[in-house]
């Protein structure tokens, strides 16, 4: 059984037992709960659902196991040949860790 969720406007398929980096989540500590409720699809063993836009009466239950993980630094460089014109600049994205715990449809 799975199901495709949103997630701070980023999609996910969620099955029970599995991990996800979701975008930072605010205020979540480790170890605890959280319900998402906009579940776009549901699969039980064959059955699918698709909510319009939503499926009425199904969650993801996850729980957050580290609230702050920080992805691959990503180096943005730019420059114009013959002109003189450099830039260096880096970016790290900030995520959050979730476990799935049930699917409940």
């Known amino acids: ?11 996910f398929k969620a099955e029970q037992g599995k991990k996800l980096f979701v975008h930072h989540m605010k205020d979540v500590e480790a170890g605890k709960t959280v319900e998402f409720d906009k579940v776009l699809l549901v699969d039980n063993e ?37 002109k003189d014109y450099r830039k260096k600049n880096g970016h790290r994205e900030q995520f959050t860790e979730v476990e799935v715990k049930q699917v409940i449809a």
């Open 1 to 11: 059984m799975y199901a495709i969720v949103e997630i701070n406007g980023q999609q």
């Open 46 to 82: 064959g059955a699918i659902s698709v909510g319009a836009p939503t499926v009425e009466g199904a969650k993801v239950v996850v729980e957050v196991v580290n609230p702050l993980v920080k992805g691959d630094k990503v180096i943005v460089f730019k420059m114009k040949r013959r």
